[in-house]
């Protein structure tokens, strides 16, 4: 008896796929032997693979078969009708390093980056900036070594065409909204300059880099959300999800599900009631239940590592601290915009007020010129003249008028006083 064979492709988070033929009664592991030997890997740590149902990724049971989560229509369906399964990051990690294998680095940083570039977090904007240098320091490298490659190419090329070309695209690095607000000359103008503020930070500490920034991103949550630390629950109150209970592992006592019922009660020495929700189904309510359970595992098989990753962070940081760097952009134009709006049409009021402050401004000077004059009669004499501009000293003592700006004629005038001063009383002016 022939057995029928069913093809099932593998959607990646680097837009990479697989197609595989499995077996009707093919399980989820058997489909993931499959990937393993495809990225030449022995664990996928973080990845699973999962189903989308009803706009919602699932992920499988690796012991379980294929048919379950596909019903009636994985026998319908004709051998040539590929089934879709989706490798996607099921656990996020404290940190990169605690990733062993470089191909499922790669894979969970693609997906991070996806997840950014659909990200509503509007007020991290400086975050996304942050991002977007770290991705581009991973994928390209040093923006020197990049710029001079490009130079060594440039003699097949005519003029300098390919060397101001950009040499990224902003829909790759920025998510829509901020690409509208800025406009994609602000990106690619100041996105090198941030990039180039990372050279000689490799590629794989780069990746690390980014990892551990996009953490800060906060993440659209459901009513039930599973944190790297715990269980979140959220209300949604007029299509704001506000954060109800913030659960570590060590909060909670235990999780109890019943079909589509499913209840969390926390240690006796927080004092709250037992909390009840319900799920769509008794079949969200297992799916809950085993991303919980595998979540806290993995929580504490990690916990050593994340401890010991800590202390190398804490000793890094110290040591960066003493370089410490700055970089900063700025929208000029919509500054100036703004500036040009927000100021009011000019009146004689305000011309007349200027020209106080001008005054003002002017005998400010003029005092501190004077009191500056007066300590060259100290012991002590240094010689702060320029000998070129002697010639303009002299003309002082003249009767030359030299054309000087409005605040700076009360200057001149106090200076010449004191010239003439000290040439009546025969004295030096130097």
């Given at each position: 008896?022939?057995?029928?064979?069913?093809?099932?492709?593998?959607?990646?988070p680097?837009?990479?796929?697989?197609?595989?033929?499995?077996?009707?009664?093919?399980?989820?592991?058997?489909?993931?032997?499959?990937?393993?030997r495809?990225?030449?890997?022995?664990?996928?740590?973080?990845?699973?693979?999962?189903?989308?149902?009803?706009?919602?990724?699932?992920?499988?049971?690796?012991?379980?078969?294929?048919?379950?989560?596909?019903?009636?229509l994985?026998?319908?369906?004709?051998?040539?009708?590929?089934?879709?399964?989706?490798?996607?990051?099921?656990?996020?990690?404290?940190?990169?390093?605690?990733?062993?294998?470089?191909?499922?680095?790669?894979?969970?940083?693609?997906?991070?980056?996806?997840?950014?570039?659909?990200?509503?977090?509007?007020?991290?904007?400086?975050?996304?900036?942050?991002?977007?240098?770290?991705?581009?320091?991973?994928?390209?490298?040093?923006?020197?070594?990049?710029?001079?490659?490009?130079?060594?190419?440039?003699?097949?090329?005519?003029?300098?065409?390919?060397?101001?070309?950009?040499?990224?695209?902003?829909?790759?690095?920025?998510?829509?909204?901020?690409?509208?607000?800025?406009?994609?000359?602000?990106?690619?103008?100041?996105?090198?300059?941030?990039?180039?503020?990372?050279?000689g930070?490799?590629?794989?500490?780069?990746?690390?880099?980014?990892?551990?920034?996009?953490?800060?991103?906060?993440?659209?949550?459901?009513?039930?959300?599973?944190t790297?630390?715990?269980?979140?629950?959220?209300?949604?109150?007029?299509?704001?999800?506000?954060?109800?209970?913030?659960?570590?592992?060590?909060?909670?006592?235990?999780?109890?599900?019943?079909?589509?019922?499913?209840?969390?009660?926390?240690?006796?020495?927080?004092?709250?009631?037992?909390?009840?929700?319900y799920?769509?189904?008794?079949?969200?309510?297992?799916?809950?239940?085993?991303?919980?359970?595998?979540?806290?595992?993995?929580?504490?098989?990690?916990?050593?590592?994340?401890?010991?990753?800590?202390?190398?962070?804490?000793?890094?940081g110290?040591?960066?601290?003493?370089?410490?760097?700055?970089?900063y952009?700025c929208?000029?134009?919509?500054?100036?915009?703004?500036?040009?709006?927000?100021?009011?049409?000019?009146?004689?009021?305000?011309?007349?007020?200027?020209?106080?402050?001008?005054?003002?401004?002017?005998?400010?000077?003029?005092?501190?010129?004077?009191?500056?004059?007066?300590?060259?009669?100290?012991?002590?004499?240094?010689?702060v003249?320029?000998?070129?501009?002697?010639?303009?000293?002299?003309?002082?003592?003249?009767?030359?008028r030299?054309?000087?700006?409005?605040?700076?004629?009360?200057?001149?005038?106090?200076?010449?006083?004191?010239?003439?001063g000290?040439?009546?009383?025969?004295?030096?002016v130097?």
């Amino acid at each position: 008896m022939r057995t029928t064979q069913k093809r099932v492709c593998i959607f990646f988070p680097n837009e990479q796929n697989l197609d595989c033929t499995v077996t009707a009664t093919a399980r989820g592991g058997e489909v993931l032997n499959l990937v393993l030997r495809q990225l030449a890997v022995s664990d996928l740590q973080v990845l699973g693979l999962a189903v989308l149902r009803d706009n919602e990724y699932l992920f499988l049971d690796l012991e379980r078969k294929l048919s379950r989560y596909f019903g009636n229509l994985w026998n319908r369906a004709s051998a040539m009708v590929p089934f879709i399964l989706f490798l996607r990051v099921q656990h996020y990690v404290e940190s990169g390093r605690l990733i062993l294998s470089s191909k499922v680095q790669q894979l969970y940083l693609a997906e991070l980056r996806r997840k950014v570039l659909h990200s509503e977090s509007r007020h991290q904007e400086v975050l996304f900036f942050q991002l977007a240098a770290s991705a581009l320091q991973a994928e390209v490298g040093d923006l020197e070594r990049r710029a001079e490659e490009e130079e060594e190419d440039d003699d097949e090329v005519q003029g300098k065409e390919k060397r101001l070309r950009p040499y990224f695209l902003p829909e790759d690095y920025f998510p829509t909204w901020l690409i509208k607000r800025r406009g994609r000359d602000f990106l690619l103008q100041h996105g090198p300059a941030l990039h180039g503020e990372l050279s000689g930070v490799t590629r794989s500490q780069a990746v690390l880099q980014f990892i551990k920034e996009e953490k800060k991103e906060p993440r659209r949550s459901i009513l039930l959300g599973v944190t790297l630390k715990g269980v979140h629950i959220y209300q949604d109150l007029e299509g704001k999800l506000c954060l109800l209970y913030d659960f570590s592992w060590t909060d909670i006592d235990r999780l109890t599900f019943q079909g589509s019922r499913f209840e969390i009660a926390a240690v006796g020495s927080l004092c709250l009631p037992k909390l009840v929700y319900y799920t769509p189904s008794a079949f969200h309510s297992e799916h809950v239940m085993r991303h919980l359970s595998d979540s806290h595992r993995l929580h504490i098989n990690t916990r050593g590592a994340v401890s010991y990753i800590q202390q190398l962070d804490d000793m890094q940081g110290q040591t960066a601290s003493r370089s410490y760097k700055e970089a900063y952009i700025c929208d000029t134009a919509r500054l100036a915009h703004r500036l040009r709006s927000n100021s009011p049409t000019s009146s004689m009021s305000e011309r007349s007020e200027a020209a106080e402050t001008a005054t003002a401004r002017s005998k400010q000077e003029e005092h501190e010129v004077t009191e500056f004059e007066l300590c060259v009669d100290e012991p002590v004499e240094s010689f702060v003249d320029n000998p070129a501009e002697l010639a303009w000293l002299a003309e002082l003592s003249g009767d030359a008028r030299v054309g000087l700006p409005f605040c700076w004629e009360a200057v001149a005038a106090e200076m010449k006083r004191v010239v003439r001063g000290r040439a009546d009383k025969g004295g030096f002016v130097d």
